[in-house]
């Protein structure tokens, strides 16, 4: 018990130097958010890559929607909207079926389904939300999302490990040792650091950069109506519905505020919705709730929602510089994998620090068997398939966690 109560009493300190925090002036929110966009960027453009997209459209997309996000929540919810990996296979199959207008036509109708989802919730009430979300549900699912996106950091810093662990050493040396604006962009002085070294031992082709027009607009794509399409990719939208609630779960920890409750979760889900139909309109892939910045923003502690819009805009504008996005394009791998290795590992303790926070008895044999299985489901990469439709990840762990929620009794004698 004394080690809880020291993390306790530890995280009411930090809690408050967060509270005294000096607002950032214009340049300070400017340069934080575009370390923001780095951080989403690497994502963002390797969806479209993989799928046969155009990048500088997912980029545009993924500003675009952020800013729908943020109006729709009132501006006061710091998530930033991205590429969803969720969609990728699902994308790949469609398009060859139904061509890519049709898949587009599909991609609409996901967000009409997060527009459904938030009637749902907006009907039933937050209540509703938290019988089937307790925190025993919701920590575990937020470990999860850091930990299934570890093998994603570790592929990609295993190119060059030597570079990504100067960028990740050069990040926890800015965050823990730095001061003043440092203190602020401890990814961006990562970033850089790596970047500068892969320059040195000539580990950067600047040729794409040099080609690269100054100006590029986005390949824009007109969706075609195809009911196959919309019938296909339906489905697959219940997976990034959930793991929409637990992305803004673990906002909520991060920040100390319950936007679930305020703006409220009907308004985050019809945000991304509306976002996910706009890209779908315009033939950038489908977005969702980045786990990668709501790490960043748990590193850093800036969690001012101003901040994420700039990271929004800065992709509008990057979308349309060729030579920008050739430029951050040119970012080795390695180095957005050292940055992410600190960054997912982030996430799973703001999960961990969920289920202290809430004090869950693991004692509790029934508490015990749901965090298990959702681990163990989501990160040994249990998939269930019907007929055409899979379910996996942590769509599918978050939902077995609701069900065993639901079915199993409750302890008579602990909480």
């Known amino acids: 018990m004394l080690d809880v109560w020291i993390i306790l009493y530890l995280q009411k300190v930090n809690k408050e130097r967060m509270d005294n925090m000096k607002p950032l002036n214009p340049i300070q929110k400017t340069v934080v958010g575009v370390q923001f966009l780095f951080v989403a960027f690497g994502a963002t453009v390797l969806v479209p890559l993989l799928v046969g997209l155009d990048p500088s459209t997912a980029l545009f997309t993924a500003g675009i929607g952020t800013l729908i996000f943020h109006l729709v929540t009132k501006g006061k919810v710091p998530i930033f909207l991205g590429s969803s990996f969720a969609f990728v296979a699902p994308i790949i199959k469609a398009t060859e079926l139904y061509g890519l207008p049709g898949t587009m036509s599909g991609l609409v109708a996901v967000g009409t389904v997060y527009g459904l989802m938030s009637l749902l919730v907006r009907w039933r009430g937050i209540g509703f939300i938290k019988r089937l979300f307790p925190p025993v549900v919701i920590g575990p699912v937020i470990i999860l999302i850091g930990l299934s996106l570890a093998g994603s950091g570790v592929n990609m810093a295993k190119e060059n490990w030597p570079l990504s662990l100067v960028a990740l050493l050069s990040a926890i040396l800015a965050s823990m040792l730095g001061r003043g604006m440092l203190r602020l962009i401890p990814i961006f002085c990562g970033i850089i650091v790596g970047y500068l070294t892969a320059s040195l031992f000539g580990l950067i082709d600047f040729k794409p950069v040099i080609e690269a027009p100054w100006f590029a607009f986005p390949q824009f794509v007109k969706p075609s109506l195809s009911w196959e399409a919309v019938i296909f990719m339906i489905p697959v939208t ?75 805009v800065s992709g509008i504008i990057f979308s349309v510089f060729g030579k920008v996005s050739a430029l951050l394009k040119s970012i080795p791998a390695a180095v957005l994998g050292g940055i992410m290795l600190l960054l997912f590992g982030t996430i799973a303790a703001v999960g961990i620090n969920s289920l202290i926070q809430n004090r869950t008895n693991l004692g509790d044999t029934r508490n015990l068997i749901i965090v298990s299985l959702i681990l163990t489901f989501g990160i040994g990469g249990a998939a269930i398939e019907f007929g055409g439709f899979t379910m996996a990840g942590i769509g599918l762990s978050a939902l077995l966690g609701v069900f065993l929620n639901l079915v199993l009794p409750k302890s008579k004698t602990l909480p």
């Open 238 to 312: 219940i997976a990034p519905v959930i793991e929409h609630i637990g992305d803004v779960y673990a906002i909520n920890e991060v920040t100390g505020k319950d936007f679930v409750k305020d703006p409220g979760l009907h308004r985050t889900m019809l945000g991304d919705g509306l976002a996910c139909i706009v890209a779908g309109l315009i033939g950038g892939p489908p977005v969702t709730t980045y786990s990668e910045v709501t790490g960043a923003i748990s590193l850093t502690k800036i969690t001012d929602p101003a901040v994420i819009r700039i990271a929004a």
